[in-house]
C-alpha cells in the first residue's frame, strides 16, 4: 500500500531541528529525573506492601488516610486507582527491612483491620461474618458450623456447605467482590434457611480487599539488578550484531539512538509521574527491538543505494533511502501505535504502565531511525573528511 507516492524530503537538512527537539525533551527528563531524585520504582523495585481495596461508595481518601494515621500504620500514598466507577483504592504501606512473609502481610492485615473500625465499626468488634472478605474455607466451615439446613449427621452435608460457600463467593467475585443485598443470593438458588441464618450472624461489608502484593527488599534489588543487566545487554548484543552485519559506525549510531529512545520514554514517566515497573521493563525491552528493526531497515537501504549510487554524496543517499522506506515506516508504525493506544485506552490500570510506554516508545522510535541514528552516518562521514583535510593539509 503506497501512502506517499514520489516522496522528496530533505531530511537532513532538518537534522539541527531534530536535535533541538531531542535535547529539549532530553533536558525536560533530566531535570524532572533530579527534581524528583530518579525514577519513581514501583515496588517490584524497591520492596514494600501495595493493597488494591474496592468499596461500595465513593471512597473517602481523606479519611482513609486519617483512619491508617490513627492507627499507626506508615503508608506512603493512598490514591484513587483504575476507573472512578469502579471506587477501587491503592494503599502503598511503607518499605520494611524484613523478608519474612508474616512481616510482609501484617501491613496488609493492619489496614484490614483499620478499615473495618472506620467504615464497618458497628460490626468490627463483632463475630459476625464479613462477607465481603471472608475466604472459602472458612466461609464453609462457618456454613457448616451453622447447620442452617439442619443437615447434621447426613451423608455429604460438608460438601454440600462446601460448595454453596463457593457458589457464593463466585456469585461475589461476579459482582465486584461485593454484594450489595442478601437478596442476590436467591440468583443462583440458595436456600432460604441459609439466607436468613447470613442475614443473622454476616453483614455485607463496606469495602473489600481485591489483592495484596508484597515484595522483600531484597527481592526488589535483585529484581532491579536483573532488569538493568537484561536491558544493557541487549543494548551490547544489539551493538555487535549490527556491527557484524553493517560496519562498527552503524552499530555506535543504532545503540546512541536506543539511549535516545528509553532515555526520552525514562523522561515522559518521570513528568507525568509514572511507576517504573517489572511490565515498563518488558516494554522497554519490546521498544529496543521494534525501535532497532525500523532502524536496521533505514540502514539496509542505506548500504543498497550505496552500492549503486557511488559517485553520490551519503547526505543524498541517507534522504533518498529515509524517503523510499516512508512508506514502510508509516504504515507498520501506525497500525502498531493504533493496536498499543487501544490498549492504553481501554486496557484499564493493570496495562497502563505497559502501554504507555510503548505508546512513547514508538513515536520517538521511529522518529529517531529518521533523526537520530541516519544523522549519525552523515555526522561521522563529516568528521572523517575533516581529519583527511587537516592530515593532508599537516602533510604539506
Do not use: C
Amino acid at each position: 500500500m503506497q501512502l506517499f507516492k514520489d516522496v522528496n524530503v530533505d531530511w537532513m537538512s532538518l537534522r539541527w531541528v531534530f536535535m533541538g527537539l531531542s535535547i529539549l525533551l532530553t533536558v525536560a527528563g533530566t531535570f524532572s529525573l533530579f527534581i524528583k531524585g530518579g525514577p519513581k520504582l514501583g515496588v517490584d523495585f524497591t520492596g514494600g506492601t501495595l493493597v488494591y481495596v474496592r468499596f461500595a461508595k465513593t471512597p473517602e481518601i481523606e479519611r482513609i488516610r486519617e483512619g491508617l494515621r490513627v492507627s499507626g500504620i506508615r503508608v506512603e500514598e493512598v490514591t484513587r486507582y483504575d476507573e472512578p466507577a469502579k471506587n477501587e483504592v491503592q494503599i502503598k504501606l511503607a518499605r520494611i527491612e524484613s523478608e519474612q512473609a508474616e512481616d510482609l502481610n501484617l501491613g496488609s492485615n493492619q489496614i484490614f483491620e483499620s478499615l473495618r473500625k472506620v467504615f464497618d465499626p458497628e460490626n468490627a468488634a463483632s463475630a459476625k461474618v464479613d462477607l465481603s472478605n471472608v475466604g472459602v474455607d472458612n466461609f464453609a466451615s462457618a456454613l457448616q458450623t451453622w447447620d442452617p439446613e439442619k443437615l447434621q449427621g447426613r451423608v455429604g452435608a460438608s460438601e454440600h456447605y462446601a460448595q454453596l460457600a463457593r457458589d457464593i463467593l463466585i456469585l461475589r467475585a461476579q459482582k465486584g467482590g461485593l454484594l450489595s443485598d442478601y437478596e442476590q443470593l436467591r440468583g443462583i438458588s440458595v436456600p432460604q434457611p441459609v439466607i436468613d441464618k447470613l442475614k443473622q450472624d454476616s453483614y455485607l461489608g463496606s469495602f473489600t480487599v481485591l489483592s495484596v502484593e508484597s515484595v522483600g527488599p531484597k527481592v526488589g534489588r535483585d529484581l532491579q539488578s536483573r532488569a538493568r543487566d537484561a536491558i544493557l545487554f541487549s543494548l551490547l548484543g544489539m551493538l555487535v550484531y549490527i556491527a557484524f552485519r553493517f560496519k562498527f559506525i552503524y552499530g555506535v549510531a543504532a545503540i546512541i539512538a536506543l539511549f535516545h529512545d528509553v532515555f526520552i520514554t525514562l523522561g515522559f514517566f518521570s513528568l507525568t509521574n509514572n511507576e517504573i515497573t517489572l511490565t515498563v521493563v518488558a516494554a522497554l525491552l519490546t521498544l529496543t527491538g521494534y525501535s532497532i528493526n525500523d532502524t536496521i531497515v533505514v540502514f539496509d537501504r542505506i548500504r543498497e543505494n550505496l552500492k549503486g549510487m557511488r559517485r553520490e554524496d551519503l547526505e543524498s543517499v541517507v534522504n533518498m533511502s529515509i524517503n523510499q522506506t516512508l512508506n514502510r515506516t508509516v504504515t507498520t508504525s501506525g497500525l502498531t501505535f493504533l493496536s498499543v493506544a487501544a490498549i492504553y485506552f481501554f486496557g484499564g490500570e493493570v496495562l497502563s504502565g505497559f502501554s504507555f510506554a510503548l505508546v512513547i516508545g514508538i513515536i520517538v522510535g521511529t522518529y529517531s531511525s529518521i533523526a537520530i541514528a541516519a544523522p549519525m552516518l552523515v555526522w561521522w562521514q563529516s568528521v572523517l573528511a575533516h581529519r583527511k583535510v587537516a592530515l593532508r593539509a599537516y602533510r604539506a
